[in-house]
């Protein structure tokens, strides 16, 4: 799908996510990755996540969804 990615979080749940809605990402210790999203719902809010998938990782699947 285009625009979408699909992440995994630490918990093993799967998520799509909308890349227009990536705030930024950031690379952990341990090479998973925190990803920040804004809320579509509450104007300025955001959500982070804790995904197993690498900073590399991310940045293939965003460059694929283009």
Known sequence: M???I???KVDGTKHLVN????SYIRQMDDNSSRIVLHSC???GASIAINIK???DEIKEMIKSAL
Do not use: R
């Open 2 to 4: 285009k625009h979408f």
């Open 6 to 8: 699909e992440l995994t």
């Open 19 to 22: 890349i227009m809605s990536i």
């Open 41 to 43: 719902k509450e104007k």
């Open 53 to 55: 998938e690498s900073y």
